[in-house]
């Protein structure tokens, strides 16, 4: 049969009774409530830690540097340096979730953050800060990566679309309130507790963790060292090398994009013909999951368009306060997870590729009226275009999300997972890069032209998202059951 044939729940990794995590138990649709309510408070725990710290360091760089006596072109590293180890960990970890099982990865994961957020607390100089955010990093890599995987096996299939857009909330809340928390806690505490805040609550999540998190049997295929390398290379330079070229100029970015280019080469040609690459090909052959995968890169690469330029264009065209700026970008993400949730019901019943293409119609709609924003507009004509946003696209990521991780069969959970983050990181990447490359040439003035073409992706991934129309049955409702297992909540 050809890997778009397989069927869910063919491969090995399935869950297993908690008593022995290797028993040859028979697979089960999800967990029995109340240890579902609990996995999902350990999920949702690792994932609202690991998005607000990397929003809350972004405040705090001015802090940081003027108490380490460091330069701020230097203290950009405790972000870029958090944000690098996340991207270049993404696909391995997910490769290692696939072949260990994906509680081991995560809890292991979020010790490792836990850790690092404890050698942040703890660091009296900026190398040592940076260090310690690239541990921060490898723990949010794992915890980014099997999330996916861990939502599949928590929920029921047929509340699977609910549990994504559960999820979506979470990390939706979380990068909304992100600066808020950072400005609290820097009001009344010095900048180490942005970090050691997160030790106990990493250790709560850790307990729970190890006592609800579902059980898989990873596979017996061994870990490609070389691949996970050569991914590291490829995604590291060629990032850096996209950025230092916005920013810097041709010379400085040239040689790490040849780098990257050529670790890229290497890994396609390793990696195109193993029948489970780390690099995710053969579930890009599926073509549900491929054209999902494109439509999340583009339409997280206008989000990321519009997220660089619209702070810059609210306070030197409109003339708002840092203040009234961030509360008028807070309406995006808050109507994010006003929508995920209800998109997230809706794709249990109804096909991702109809509410991904009215989502991202919404989301273009949001983005061209944004573009004609002029001096003068008032707070209120802002908001509800930045809610019309916001709102499109947590219509969009839920059911796209969910398409994506239902593709996969079930012992491919962590690479589509993996593959899920990636998408998202390197559209918001594709996106930040070219905000810079506008404002560079043209200046502020420039960010009319980025949001209408914005707008412009948005729409060609709504068409995009609509061809999947074509390839997916319209999901079948499950009979109503009135058992327990189905009460309302998570």
């Given amino acids: 049969m050809s890997r778009s044939g397989r069927q869910e729940g063919s491969g090995s990794q399935t869950p297993v009774a908690d008593t022995d995590a290797r028993s040859p138990v028979p697979a089960q649709d999800g967990l029995p409530v109340p240890q579902r309510y609990w996995s999902v408070a350990a999920i949702w725990l690792a994932m609202a830690m690991s998005v607000l710290d990397g929003a809350i360091a972004n405040v705090a760089l001015p802090t940081i540097a003027a108490d380490l006596g460091a330069s701020a072109a230097s203290s950009i590293w405790v972000v870029n340096a958090y944000q690098l180890a996340i991207t270049v960990t993404l696909l391995p970890l ?6 260990l099982g994906y509680r081991r990865v995560y809890i292991a994961g979020l010790m490792v953050f836990t850790l690092g957020s404890l050698g942040c607390a703890l660091a009296d100089t900026l190398p040592q800060l940076t260090t310690a955010r690239v541990f921060q990093g490898l723990g949010a890599g794992a915890i980014m990566s099997i999330n996916a995987a861990l939502v599949r096996f928590t929920y029921p299939k ?45 250790l ?35 990032i850096l090398g996209a950025e ?6 041709l010379a400085s970015g040239l040689w790490k994009l040849a780098v990257g280019a050529v670790a890229a080469v290497l890994l396609v040609r390793r990696e195109l013909s193993r029948d489970a690459p780390l690099v995710p090909f053969d579930l890009m052959r599926i073509p549900i999951f491929g054209l999902s995968i494109a439509t999340s890169i583009v339409s997280f690469t206008a989000q990321m368009m519009a997220f660089v330029s619209l702070p810059f264009y609210f306070q030197t065209v409109l003339g708002r306060s840092a203040v009234e700026t961030g509360l008028l970008m807070t309406a995006w993400p808050l109507a994010v997870g006003v929508a995920a949730p209800l998109a997230g019901r809706l794709a249990d019943r109804h096909r991702a590729g109809m509410l991904g293409g009215v989502g991202l119609g919404v989301f273009a709609a949001g983005l061209a009226a944004l573009s004609l924003v002029k001096p003068g507009a008032a707070d209120l004509d802002i908001v509800w275009r930045m809610a019309l946003c916001g709102l499109g696209f947590g219509f969009f990521q ?91 909540g998570p």
């Fill in 158 to 202: 047929r509340l699977l679309g609910r549990g994504i857009g559960l999820n979506a909330l979470v990390i939706s809340m979380a990068a909304a309130t992100g600066p808020t928390v950072a400005a609290g806690i820097l009001a009344h505490a010095s900048w180490p507790w942005l970090f050691a805040v997160n030790v106990p609550i990493g």
């Fill in 398 to 488: 839920a059911p796209n999300n969910r398409a994506m991780v239902t593709s996969a069969p079930l012992h491919r959970s962590g690479a589509a997972g993996g593959a899920l983050a990636t998408a998202r990181l390197l559209g918001q990447t594709a996106g930040a890069v070219t905000t810079a490359a506008f404002f560079h040439l043209a200046g502020t003035a420039a960010t009319t032209t980025i949001l209408a073409l914005a707008a412009g992706l948005a729409l060609a991934a709504a068409g995009v998202s609509l061809l999947r129309l074509k390839l997916s049955p319209r999901p079948r409702p499950e009979p109503l059951d009135r058992s327990p297992d189905v009460a309302a």
């Fill in 244 to 249: 230092s070229l916005a920013r810097e100029g």
């Fill in 94 to 99: 997910a490769a290692l979730g696939d072949r």
């Fill in 204 to 238: 709560l999540a850790i307990v729970l963790g190890v006592r609800a998190l579902p059980r898989t049997v990873g596979s017996s295929r061994p870990f490609d060292g070389v691949s996970a390398l050569l991914n590291a290379l490829a995604f590291g330079f060629l």
